[in-house]
């Protein structure tokens, strides 16, 4: 999807996209430097988007690794199933994260090793932000992590909420540039 489609869903959608393009290949990098691809067993994806996360996950997961991909917005969705469709052990979701415990149940899976959020957590309504928040808090494994991204740092306080250690970095490559939040609970 060009960027110009990307920037028709921003304006028909602000608070679900939440972002005026795509993020930047720099950012998928950091959004997954801290992921155990070795050892992960399920790697969940809220707001795929146009899949640019998606990409960075498809081409460091073991094979065996179970993939659940959430996206809301019908289009990106179809787009997520022309592009990924066919990928093994990939499940690609028109439903929104907070039915993440559902899906779990569904497909047998008793936990998650990490989330990665596209989530536009600035513009979603606070109810919503705290139900995604800690189902996905009480669906991670012990020492999984929930790597989200903002580009402020203004809604910390709500992560700090749910998770016990937050690492922060930054990507100064990205337009935006964006902060990149690896969120753990000490357990």
């Known amino acids: 999807m060009k960027s110009t489609a990307f920037f028709l869903q921003y304006v028909l959608f602000p608070r679900k996209t939440g972002a005026v393009l795509p993020s930047s290949d720099y950012l998928a990098e950091k959004m997954v430097e801290s992921v155990q691809f070795q050892t992960a067993r399920c790697i969940v994806e809220y707001g795929a988007g146009t899949g640019v996360f998606t990409e960075k996950i498809l081409e460091y997961r073991k094979p065996e690794t179970i993939i659940l991909v959430f996206e809301s917005n019908q289009a990106f969705y179809e787009l997520l199933q022309k592009k990924y469709g066919k990928e093994p052990n990939l499940v690609i979701l028109n439903d929104t994260a907070e039915n993440i415990d559902h899906h779990l149940k569904a497909y047998g899976i008793p936990s998650i090793d990490y989330v990665i959020s596209g989530l536009p957590f600035a513009s979603l309504p606070k109810p919503v932000s705290n139900a995604i928040l800690n189902k996905t808090r009480n669906s991670l494994k012990a020492d999984g992590a929930?790597?989200?991204?903002?580009?402020?740092?203004?809604?910390?306080?709500?992560?700090?909420?749910?998770?016990?250690?937050?690492?922060?970095t930054r990507e100064y490559r990205n337009v935006p540039p964006a902060y990149v939040l690896c969120c753990r609970n000490e357990k």
């Open 146 to 168: 929930f790597i989200t991204f903002q580009y402020s740092l203004l809604k910390k306080a709500l992560f700090d909420q749910y998770f016990d250690d937050i690492d922060v």
